[in-house]
């Protein structure tokens, strides 16, 4: 019986990488083939984001609202930064910019907003401003004035790409469940954050957060994507997966208080390394929290 069970376990492992890997890619006949799933991999898909379980507001003893800093330039973040070229790469390598912007264009994110606290709801139309910096060049300039009608070619264009992409800010709740008497972390909202467009040129440009999207919004699409897995190739991780297991590096830049949920750097003012000692105090302070229900 043990053996069965094993025999079963170590198929459904198999199955399962089967899917995750690039599909089809040692059984194709043409390169036309490989990726696509055959008619038996799809009947056997269960392939979905593993649901949330229900918490009822009576089981949360304790929590703190923080918000973190994702900063791509830090390699254990490389996995939501790459690929920045998609020119030369396969169409099922994206990165979690791309994959985002891609679901809001198709309507697949129906819903994104103004700030962390979804007060404003925006569409596509209304973020174009801060995605694309339309310019007329020098030659444009002069063809106007003289009376002309505008050449395409004097139109500069610049659109932001996830190379831009500097980091990703995202808000989170960590909560103590006294039913499992444990503590837990719940993604709530992420925001990809770039350099202003219209400054982008500039030595030192500000960054914007984009948008942000209710993150149990995006799961789905979030779940079908794929981030490369330097490990094991055949076994990539979903973007949903990797970010609700937090496999990424990130500091907190604010937690909600009582002075408006007012940010580090604003009672901690140039001086980087205070501010990143006060973010450890804050994730001290909650981790200790847990322990401290443990001691008598």
Do not use: C
């Amino acid at each position: 019986m043990k053996l069965r069970n094993f025999l079963l376990t170590l198929s459904t492992v198999f199955t399962v990488s089967a899917m995750f890997g690039q599909a089809n890619i040692l059984n194709a006949k043409s390169p036309q083939e490989i990726g696509v799933r055959t008619a038996a991999q799809i009947a056997v898909d269960n392939d979905k984001p593993l649901e949330y379980g229900y918490v009822d507001d009576r089981d949360i003893l304790y929590s703190k609202m923080v918000w973190e800093k994702i900063v791509l330039d830090e390699r254990a973040n490389f996995p939501l930064y790459y690929p920045i070229d998609t020119n030369n790469i396969g169409s099922n390598r994206r990165s979690l910019y791309d994959v985002l912007m891609k679901n809001i264009k198709n309507g697949r994110i129906k819903n994104i907003y103004d700030d962390s606290y979804f007060n404003g709801k925006r569409t596509l139309k209304d973020i174009e401003y801060a995605l694309v910096k339309t310019d007329t060049t020098e030659l444009g300039i002069e063809q106007l004035n003289a009376g002309e009608e505008l050449s395409p070619e004097y139109i500069d264009r610049r659109e932001l790409t996830a190379a831009d992409i500097k980091e990703y800010r995202i808000k989170g709740l960590w909560y103590f469940d006294k039913r499992q008497a444990e503590l837990k972390y719940r993604l709530l909202a992420i925001a990809p954050v770039a350099p202003d467009v219209n400054f982008i040129d500039s030595d030192q440009p500000d960054l914007v957060p984009l948008f942000w999207i209710f993150f149990p919004d995006a799961r789905e699409v979030l779940h079908e994507a794929k981030a490369f897995n330097t490990e094991n190739s055949s076994m990539p991780f979903s973007f949903d997966h990797l970010l609700n297991s937090r496999r990424f590096q990130s500091y907190i830049y604010k937690e909600e208080n009582t002075q408006g949920d007012r940010a580090i750097n604003e009672y901690v003012s140039d001086n980087a390394l205070m501010q990143l000692l006060e973010s450890e105090r804050i994730k001290d302070k909650i981790r200790d929290f847990e322990l401290d229900m443990w001691t008598y």
